[in-house]
């Protein structure tokens, strides 16, 4: 089984700022398949990126993903108000899938 | 959209039955499958298993053989069965809408329900 850690586990940022998100993988995930999800209280997470870089449907250009074999990164390069949330990576090279544990993105 | 509905409380060693319903898409487009994500304090969000609407379904190996899915085309519903439940089972599910049996990433996910097992 392919474990992900997310790190840092919290960020404390001001609205505007620039961040970058890490995911690091136990092995290394062949085809880029690593997805990047969005999370809210209360709400359905959010799918953000697929195949490490490809943004999802009516995701806005400032979250970019990049990265692979073993080391994926999402950048927000101008954080909003609606993007404080909790950030989980997802691969699905191999069985079972699995998720980072996740990285929170809370106002300072 | 998708929508999870189920017993919000159940007994150790009972089973647990979800649902999903389906709308504003239909659940036999071919290349969709539809899934089972589980997300406890514990343990982080964790796949359970995907199925088609064919009816063919795969788990995660690195749960019992406890859970099992299945597929209602003419209600347009898909569900989640699991047996001999325990307190460890105690999570908020999701039913998702996942792009294919390649491009395992999920693209819609339901609202969620918390599921509590405790005598």
């Known amino acids: 089984e392919i474990v992900l850690t997310q790190s840092p586990g919290t960020l404390s940022l001001s609205p505007g700022e620039r961040v970058t998100l890490s995911c690091r993988a136990s092995q290394s995930i062949n085809n880029n398949f690593l997805a990047w999800y969005q999370h809210k209280p209360g709400q359905p997470p959010r799918l953000l990126i697929y195949?490490?870089?490809k943004r999802a449907t009516d995701i806005p250009d400032r979250f970019s993903g990049s990265g692979s074999g073993t080391d994926f990164t999402l950048t927000v390069s101008r954080l909003e108000p609606e993007d404080f949330a909790v950030y989980y990576c997802?691969?699905?090279?191999?069985?079972?899938?699995?998720f980072g544990p996740g990285t929170k993105i809370e106002i300072k | 959209e998708l929508r999870e509905s189920g017993p919000g409380l159940v007994k150790p060693s009972d089973t647990l039955s979800l649902t999903c319903s389906v709308s504003g898409v239909s659940l036999t487009y071919t290349t969709y499958y539809w899934g089972w994500i589980r997300q406890s304090p514990g343990k982080g969000f964790e796949w359970i298993g995907s199925i088609h609407y064919t009816g063919s379904a795969y788990y995660n190996p690195s749960l019992q053989r406890r859970f099992r899915l299945s597929v209602d085309t003419s209600k347009n519903q898909f569900s989640l069965r699991v047996t001999s439940v325990n307190v460890t089972d105690t999570a908020v599910y999701f039913c998702?809408?996942?792009?294919?049996?390649?491009?395992?990433?999920?693209?819609?996910w339901g609202q969620g329900t918390l599921v509590t097992v405790s005598s």
């Open positions: 997802q691969h699905y090279d191999t069985l079972p899938m699995t």
């Open positions: 195949g490490a870089s």
């Open positions: 998702v809408r996942q792009w294919g049996l390649v491009d395992e990433y999920f693209q819609q």
